[in-house]
């Protein structure tokens, strides 16, 4: 497959790169998905005509703004907070809060900008957004955690709205953080909002099966993958990277269907566990006590094994699963599990595989899914969550998670109907890409120059 552009789209590609300096992921990010739209420059002119591609790649509205807060030793400390609004053509902006000390704009922009597709592809009447902040959640009391959410969202609470922005969980913002934000919310604006957060505690308008969607759904889409070739997960060797949300239920879902899951890891090491991962024992450190793989180790005995050393991908696997950050599976590692025999890579977290891991294994057959439609179980299930909401109804656990595995294999069959229907026929990523950008297109040319 050529990595050059379509000749029409490079000189907007030039423009991106200059008018974005200095933000390496988004470029990734705006690179990826315009080298995928090469059929529609002859196929949809009118897209050329309206700009769409420049206006898609241009962000409707960017809010960075001071977060001062004040530790438990009574210090000020200032962080940087963001909200990227990419583009709401298809609905009010959707999409996560991270808290990271990494965050910053390239970041925030590149999840917003696959965001939009990613909402798209699930059907849904969400558009696209991101935000977050460079604070670090880690070693801070709840306090503390909750003085940040606080004054992060005395500033934020103006630019959302259940019409308007819905923002949600993601890397260091899970129920915990969403609580805190809910509440600061509803105390400014006096207004008991459910759907302008999603990802909220069950017992206060969340959604059953929330929690669980983004890694579940991770594996229905790999599930409904290997079922085009005839394979399932049964008895399959699973790694894992990560052990947060997605990672976690990501693991639960492939132990149900019968897999194996190795190893997994954080950002201190990963812990190679040959006979399988002890879900409860995993969740018990990581959920409720916040812990390291090193604890899992510890708690499990001699038969887990911690390495701090080299990469998780090392570990032989049948199917892979990197659900922990951008970028954090490359070519070299992705020839480690080529030359080991992977079958399937489906990428849970947000552009973990550089472009030259992905071109790696499709060069080697390997089944691979893109995680804007492998990992749009999340935001699927928080529009569910939204739904709910709004007719102030709450689904059993059964019912939700029906619908999340209803829509995944939707999300699947749509990427390989569209990557058929322009001739890729098998590329995941081309038809995920496709799919996701002609319905915002369509709806961006129907609704003018705005
Ligand atoms: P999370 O609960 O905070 O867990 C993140 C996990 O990844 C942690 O185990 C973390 O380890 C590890 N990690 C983070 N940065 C790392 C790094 N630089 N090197 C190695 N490990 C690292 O976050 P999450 O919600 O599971 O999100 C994981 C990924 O899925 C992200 O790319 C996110 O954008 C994507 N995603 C999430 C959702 C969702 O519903 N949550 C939906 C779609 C996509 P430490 O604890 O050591 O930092």
């Not at 004054?151 to 949600?168: C, I």
Request: charged share 20%; aromatic share 8%.
């Amino acid at each position: 497959m050529s990595t050059t552009l379509h000749p029409s789209f490079q000189p907007m590609f030039d423009i991106v790169l200059a008018r974005n300096p200095g933000e390496p992921e988004f470029h990734q990010a705006v690179y990826e998905v315009m080298h995928s739209l090469a059929p529609l420059a002859e196929e949809r002119p009118e897209y050329a005509q309206w700009s769409i591609l420049q206006r898609v790649c241009e962000p409707e509205r960017q809010i960075i703004f001071r977060v001062p807060w004040v530790t438990d030793a009574g210090q000020v400390e200032i962080n940087r907070g963001f909200r990227v609004e990419f583009n709401s053509a298809l609905g009010p902006y959707k999409g996560g809060l991270r808290f990271h000390p990494s965050v910053n704009l390239s970041i925030i922009k590149f999840l917003g900008f696959e965001q939009v597709f990613k909402n798209s592809l699930t059907g849904m009447p969400i558009g696209g957004g991101k935000g977050g902040s460079d604070f670090d959640p880690k070693g801070r009391s709840d306090n503390e955690v909750m003085r940040f959410c606080q004054s992060f969202m005395t500033e934020l609470y103006r630019h959302l709205g259940e019409y308007t922005d819905v923002p949600a969980g993601d890397i260091g913002v899970g129920a915990r953080e969403i609580g805190y934000l809910f509440g600061q919310y509803k105390r400014i604006t006096n207004r008991y909002e459910s759907g302008v957060l999603t990802g909220k505690g069950v017992s206060w308008g969340g959604s059953r099966a929330r929690t669980e969607a983004t890694g579940y759904g991770t594996v229905h889409f790999a599930e409904a993958m290997l079922g085009v070739h005839g394979e399932d997960f049964d008895d399959r060797t699973v790694v894992v990277s990560g052990s947060g949300n997605v990672a976690i239920y990501a693991v639960e879902k492939a132990q149900a269907l019968g897999a194996k899951v190795i190893a997994m890891s954080d950002s201190s090491g990963y812990v190679v566990d040959e006979t399988g991962i002890d879900l409860e024992v995993l969740k018990d450190v990581k959920e409720i006590h916040r812990g390291r793989v090193a604890d899992y180790a510890d708690a499990v005995g001699p038969r887990a094994r911690v390495i701090t050393s080299g990469s998780i991908w090392d570990v032989p696997c049948d199917i892979a699963l990197p659900c922990a950050t951008q970028n954090e599976l490359d070519d070299t590692q992705a020839g480690t599990l080529v030359g080991n025999g992977v079958r399937l890579v489906a990428e849970g977290a947000n552009m973990p595989c550089t472009p030259g891991a992905v071109s790696v294994l499709r060069d080697a057959g390997v089944l691979f899914a893109p995680g804007k439609a492998s990992n749009a179980g999340g935001v699927a299930t928080s529009a569910l969550e939204m739904q709910q909401n709004a007719s102030r109804d709450a689904w059993d656990f059964e019912t939700t998670a029906g619908r999340l595995q209803e829509i995944m294999y939707d999300i699947h069959d749509t990427c390989l109907a569209t990557a058929e229907e322009f001739g890729s026929p098998g590329d995941y990523v081309v038809g995920a890409n496709l799919a996701g950008y002609i319905k915002v297109a369509d709806a961006m040319v129907a609704m003018g120059v705005i």
